[in-house]
């Protein structure tokens, strides 16, 4: 039989509701308000030094939210994670449906949640070469250099700007990197992404000044390379090895290296997850997990996951998570989203899903146990991690 997670859920979210407001930005802050004394939730188990957060999309799970009268999905998003990362809200079709037009309704709602419920927010994202609006990919097709840095340029500074002091990480450029088996391999996006097209003589000189413009709107936020297939040392984070250090010698704001966390029960575990994240801290930066998701396909004959294939789910997860508990620099750990029913898996992937860490009746799986679990053995209390 299945625990129900719903009467500990509503106690740690209501218990969240009276607390003040503390306006907490900086990663390695606690999350106020939450002891370890709730042994079900992951966010009052972690280390003090590490977020815990879900994406979740704001205009269509938080916009309208009445702290009085939480749905329980936002209860169950309140109570157990300690960050949230906009799935969809912070992307340039939410905010620019027009050059000149601004559109921060479901970000406003969803950071007015976060800091009704004590959680931190991962911005997401300025520069990607996808769910940009019609408007850009036509002009695209014009712009020289200056006129894509003027468009990009305006983005950032208005957007971070109008956060600031709300978000304590943002993913500034997201997936510039081809894989290995697109044309021309493992190389800066210059044909997909409209920005680095337009500048493509000089693309890491656009990728410098983005962070900076980014880092003028906001000193305190923690700018972030982040990408999917960069868990393990591969090519794609060598490619990103290099281009970090010569942002940084180049003077860049760059403060982290995101590894999405997309994995398939398709493939194996790299167990050189650890190692890529120690090179990337030895950089000086931080690290994080941002879109944690573990997709498994339907066997044959099969009308839903295996109990090994769930197993093994958890074990990857759990991969991931110790992956990031052992480098101290790792400073976020984030599901992109749950329950099963919220996930973009079976949309992109037919045949695959089960990708989240909560059934669609929010009753935790093997995942999400031996997070709970691993979270737990990770810390002395509210401490930050041991080692
Ligand atoms: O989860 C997001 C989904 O709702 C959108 O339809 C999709 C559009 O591309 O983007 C998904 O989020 C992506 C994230 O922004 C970047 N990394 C890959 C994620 C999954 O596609």
């Known amino acids: ?77 309140g109570a157990q994670f300690s960050s949230l990362t906009p799935e969809n809200d ?16 479901s970000a406003d709602a969803l950071v007015a949640y976060a800091q009704a419920n004590h959680q931190q927010v991962r ?13 850009v990919t036509e002009a695209s097709t014009t712009w020289t250099c200056d006129e894509a840095r003027t468009v990009l340029e305006d983005h950032i500074r208005t957007v971070v700007g109008h956060f600031k002091g709300q978000i304590y990480e943002w993913d500034v450029a997201n997936e510039i990197f081809q894989d290995t088996w697109d044309n021309g391999g493992v ?3 210059t044909e997909a992404n ?5 500048c493509s003589d000089d693309p890491v000189g656009l990728l410098v000044d983005a962070f900076r413009w980014a880092h003028e709107a906001d000193p305190d936020a923690v700018l972030f390379l982040n990408d999917y297939n960069a868990e393990g040392v591969n090519e794609k984070t060598d490619a990103y090895y290099a281009l970090a250090q010569e942002m940084l010698v180049a003077g ?8 999405q966390g997309h994995l398939s029960l398709q493939y194996g575990f790299d167990t050189s997850m650890q190692e890529n994240f120690e090179r990337f801290a030895a950089l000086g930066l931080q690290v994080a997990v941002t879109e944690a998701d573990v997709r498994i396909p339907l066997l044959a004959g099969e009308t839903g996951p295996t109990p090994e294939q769930v197993a093994t789910q958890a ?18 750990f984030t599901v ?52």
Request: proline share 9%.
């Open 187 to 189: 190389r800066l996006r």
């Open 336 to 387: 992109w989203g749950f329950p099963d029913a919220n996930s973009w898996v079976p949309d992109v992937f037919p045949g695959e899903g089960w990708a989240t860490i909560l059934e669609d009746d929010y009753s935790p799986k093997p995942a999400f146990d031996v997070m709970l679990r691993s979270l737990r053995d990770a810390t002395p209390g509210t401490s930050p991690r041991k080692g």
């Open 90 to 105: 912070m992307k340039w079709d939410a905010l620019r449906p027009a050059p000149d037009v601004y559109d921060f309704a």
């Open 252 to 259: 860049a704001p760059l403060g982290g290296f995101g590894a």
């Open 194 to 198: 409209p920005f680095l097209k337009a």
């Open 1 to 77: 039989m299945r625990r129900s997670m719903r009467s500990l859920l509503v106690a740690a979210a209501t218990a969240s509701l009276v607390l003040p407001l503390c306006g907490v930005t900086a990663a390695s802050a606690a999350p106020p308000g939450f002891s370890n004394a709730d042994k079900s939730a992951l966010r009052n188990q972690a280390p003090i030094d590490l977020a815990i957060g879900s994406a979740v999309w704001g205009k269509q799970q938080l916009v309208g939210y009445d702290p009085a009268d939480p749905t329980e999905y936002q209860q169950v998003l």
């Open 123 to 135: 911005g997401h994202t300025l520069l990607w070469h996808s769910q940009n609006p019609a408007w």
């Open 315 to 332: 074990e990857r997860y759990d991969g991931m998570l110790q992956a990031c508990l052992n480098v101290k620099a790792c400073s976020s």
